[in-house]
């Protein structure tokens, strides 16, 4: 399998899975003109599309998309129904396409029927985590959000955050003005900020360097919750990701 990055918008990407007979899956176009390209330079065949949810920053390119390719199936939750899903998908649906065979994550938080799509070591996880933080709260409830975490933390360590934003340089600032103490936090800002400088792309990262850098993956961290003024033991870990969430938001 080959991932491919495609930068689209300001600050977004999109994914494209190939497998050896140069058939692929693209995840999330935000617009079309990018991807057409990539698989034009590539000689790609695209066979489906994934919708992790239904921004428009994540769908924006569907239609055109299909223009091109009337026959694709354009897999997403019901919320991405009107915005272009032929076919939906739940939390644990199996999606089996030539050669790949996705597995559907149910991540409410960010909107209230995102998904994720999980063929390992890929997981394409749209707006919920990113690294060293996470997505915004628009419709769901901090508990949704923080449980469709935990379920990312449970994939094994060499897993792929294909995440579908450039947003780990501004994270990583509010990780370190959070816990400025932490010397892995620091160490990997100075790495990811000379990264940026060059203007080279921080992800996709693996779920094992999140869980060093990560404050929404470190809930359980008394360090942590000491900085948060969480003063209780064992508090809820729902409670202390709550505080993180909204100190984000007030960043």
């Known amino acids: 399998m080959e991932l ?14 190939s497998d050896a007979h140069q058939q692929c899956i693209i995840i999330d176009p935000s617009e079309s003109e990018p991807v057409l390209e990539i698989l034009a330079q590539k000689k790609l065949i695209p066979i489906a599309i994934l919708l992790t949810h239904h921004h428009d920053d994540h ?37 089996k396409i030539g050669d790949f065979n996705f597995t559907v994550f149910g991540l409410p938080g960010h909107t ?9 070591p890929y997981l394409f996880c749209g707006d919920t985590l990113f690294s060293a933080g996470c997505g915004r709260i628009f419709e769901g409830t ?26 780990t340089q501004s994270n990583l600032k509010f990780a370190h003005h959070i ?15 000379i990264k940026r400088s060059k203007n080279e792309p921080t992800v996709p990262t693996t779920l094992k360097t999140e869980r060093k850098i ?3 993956l470190q809930c359980d961290n008394v360090e942590l919750q000491k ?10 870990l729902r409670a202390v990701f709550t505080v993180l969430r909204q100190l984000k938001d007030q960043y």
């Open 4 to 17: 491919i990055r495609v930068p689209a918008l300001n600050d977004n990407y999109i994914w494209i899975l």
């Open 59 to 95: 769908i924006g390119g569907v239609q055109n998309m299909l223009k091109s390719f009337k026959h694709l199936t354009v897999f997403g939750p019901k919320e991405t129904q009107i915005k272009g899903a032929t076919k939906l998908v739940n939390s644990e649906d199996n999606i």
């Open 112 to 120: 209230l029927g995102h998904v994720g799509f999980y063929q390992a």
């Open 142 to 167: 901090p508990e949704q959000m923080y449980q469709s975490i935990q379920k990312i933390a449970a994939l094994p360590d060499d897993t792929l955050i294909c995440c579908a934003h450039e947003y």
């Open 179 to 193: 816990w400025p103490e932490n010397d892995q936090i620091s160490q990997y800002q100075q790495e990811i900020t």
């Open 214 to 216: 990560n404050l929404f």
């Open 227 to 236: 900085k948060l003024n969480i003063n209780q033991s064992n508090p809820p």
